[in-house]
């Protein structure tokens, strides 16, 4: 094998040479790339920030705001919104950003949400986004779900909301429609953990992640805030394992502003068993949209979530992974509409 490279012609060396600069220049492509996604996401998360600083913090940090860039919407004829929506009774979406992630997800569907003459409203859960508490501090649900509550006892009297959940934002707003059940006309689960009463959140999940007795004891995601020798607090997949869960369908722009963004997930309120009684969250009105590409909550879950726990209309989004206001925004605006037209 060694003579074989001490007998190289001049030739077979240049050839070799050649090749080598090659990779190089391919290897440097790809690093140039990735650093300039890198930087537009860094970009888009100080513009949302920018824009979470417009609204009154003592409430909530919404994004979005009818002066803001338009969005195309495939609803609206020219300018005109369409007659339909300016029928529907409630108008304001509150939208629940899921496990790691932030208000920053939604920005897509809020534009989409305004362009169609809605008003979208959206925050950080504690200890997500851009909030300044620390993750591991974060034991309970209530505490999680503390700004969207207070958002929700802070309306008029009179006022209702469509209420949207994300993936394990789904917990937050059924504990909402427990306990704010005359407030909200509508709830909507996206691919999200829409639990039965006596279930944890953490459960829906474990087909994926295991047992919850078994991911405490030996997972490598764990995060141990207080001390290895104390419970874990949170915890936090590797990029490679988030990307592959959560946006195997979303666009490279969005995975790379999501790399920059999540934060660890607590671990306590995923844990904590909910308390749906009959009399509040039995009699409101849920609906389900399912992603069918989906490989954190797969189609097989979803399906089991709605046949256990039964909502008043399920969607369906072909070709959605986790992240379907990343991967099909313009299904997910849709459909979110059709349900607020719901009489």
């Not at 077979?12 to 140039?32: E, H, P």
């Not at 946006?247 to 722009?253: D, G, V």
């Not at 989004?317 to 607020?340: N, T, Y």
Request: glycine share 8%.
């Amino acid at each position: 094998m060694g003579n074989r490279f001490i007998c190289m012609s001049k030739k077979d060396t240049k050839d070799v040479g050649s090749r080598s600069k090659r990779v190089n220049r391919s290897q440097r492509k790809l690093l140039a790339e990735e650093e300039f996604l890198h930087r537009q996401a860094l970009s888009m998360a100080l513009h949302q920030h920018q824009l979470s600083q417009r609204f009154d913090g003592s409430m909530s940090r919404r994004i979005g705001s009818t002066s803001s860039r338009r969005l195309a919407d495939p609803f609206a004829n020219g300018k005109q919104v369409p007659e339909s929506l300016e029928n529907i009774k409630t108008k304001k979406f509150i939208l629940v950003h899921g496990e790691g992630f932030g208000a920053w997800c939604w920005y897509k569907t809020i534009a989409l949400l305004e362009e169609a003459g809605l008003l979208p409203v959206t925050f950080d859960l504690k200890g997500s986004g851009i909030d300044l508490t620390d993750t591991n501090s974060v034991a309970t649900l209530a505490e999680y779900s503390k700004p969207l509550i207070e958002y929700l006892e802070n309306l008029e009297e009179d006022e209702k909301v469509i209420l949207v959940g994300h993936s394990n934002g789904g917990a937050c707003v059924s504990y909402a429609l427990e306990h704010f059940s005359q407030k909200i006309s509508k709830a909507i689960f996206i691919c999200a953990t829409m639990v039965s009463d006596g279930q944890r959140p953490f459960d829906v999940f474990a087909e994926e992640l295991g047992s919850a007795e078994q991911f405490m004891q030996g997972s490598k995601f764990l995060i141990h805030g207080n001390g290895k020798d104390k419970p874990p607090t949170g915890f936090m997949f590797e990029k490679e394992q988030m990307k592959g869960l959560y946006f195997n369908q979303s666009p490279a722009k969005d995975v790379a502003l999501a790399m920059v963004s999540m934060r660890p997930i607590p671990l306590g309120p995923i844990m904590e068993k909910l308390s749906l009684s009959p009399k509040n969250y039995g009699t409101s009105r849920r609906f389900f949209i399912q992603t069918l590409d989906d490989r954190a909550l797969s189609p097989d879950v979803q399906e089991k979530l709605v046949r256990e726990n039964p909502p008043e209309g399920v969607f369906k989004i072909k070709g959605s992974d986790h992240c379907p206001f990343f991967s099909k925004p313009q299904s997910l605006h849709k459909m979110l509409v059709e349900i607020a037209q719901i009489p």
